[in-house]
Antibody, heavy 120, light 111 residues
Framework: EVHLVESGGGLVQPGGSLRVSCAASGFTFTTYSMHWVRQAPGKGLEWISYISGESTTIYYADSVKGRFTISRDNAKNSVYLQMSSLRAEDTAVYYC?????????????WGQGTLLTVSS | QSALTQSASVSGSPGQSITISCTGTSSDVGGYNYVSWYQQHPGKAPKLIIYDVNNRPSGVSNRFSGSKSANTASLTISGLQAEDEADYYCSSYKRTNILAVFGGGTKLTVL
């Protein structure tokens, strides 16, 4: 059974940094690309980053480009999101999601999310 | 402001059918058959229920179906059940480095 568990969220001051992690199990991790998707409180979903199985292809949404860095450690079946220069508008639940594979980009399994609050 | 436009809410009675629409542009919904739908219950993570416009992942009820015409995608839920009450989000591929854009979500209430 596929299982994704995020961790590392918390309260951070504006301008600060934080790394959130996602531990994956139940599938051959290196075979699948991974995404981070966030959801501000009471708001909709926003895709923010993608990393391919061997980390050769990485994409970011314009809203986080230059401030966030996605990475993965296939030996640890984990994907990470390093966030810096944080702003109030980055406050959200951060979900890691497994890419379904094949054509298109679809999120077929999601973690439970980890909450980041950016506030002074 | 979400990239794709969805109505804020829809309602229906048990057993009825409802349709949720999702309007984009020729650069996303209209340009690719890479439309998906996600169901999200309160406090839970989203769940993929439709991909490639009209395909259901294994385990998703056949009461859920998708379609697309020009720049508008639609999700139809037939035989409404109480457990269908949730938020529904559409998504589409847009281009390299904008892998997914979402609608603002539609809250389904089962009366």
């Amino acid at each position: 059974e596929v299982h994704l568990v995020e961790s590392g969220g918390g309260l951070v001051q504006p301008g600060g940094s934080l790394r959130v992690s996602c531990a994956a199990s139940g599938f051959t991790f290196t075979t699948y690309s991974m995404h981070w998707v966030r959801q501000a409180p009471g708001k909709g979903l926003e895709w923010i980053s993608y990393i391919s199985g061997e980390s050769t292809t990485i994409y970011y949404a314009d809203s986080v480009k230059g401030r966030f860095t996605i990475s993965r450690d296939n030996a640890k079946n984990s994907v990470y999101l390093q966030m810096s220069s944080l702003r109030a508008e980055d406050t959200a639940v951060y979900y890691c999601a497994k890419d379904r594979g094949g054509t298109g980009y679809y999120f077929d399994y999601w973690g439970q999310g980890t909450l980041l609050t950016v506030s002074s | 402001q979400s990239a794709l436009t969805q109505s804020a809410s829809v309602s229906g009675s048990p057993g009825q059918s409802i349709t949720i629409s999702c309007t984009g542009t020729s650069s996303d919904v209209g340009g690719y058959n890479y439309v998906s739908w996600y169901q999200q219950h309160p406090g839970k993570a989203p769940k993929l229920i439709i991909y490639d416009v009209n395909n259901r992942p294994s385990g998703v009820s056949n009461r859920f179906s998708g379609s697309k015409s020009a720049n508008t995608a639609s999700l139809t839920i037939s035989g409404l059940q109480a457990e269908d009450e949730a938020d529904y989000y559409c998504s589409s591929y847009k281009r390299t480095n904008i892998l997914a854009v979402f609608g603002g979500g539609t809250k389904l209430t089962v009366l």
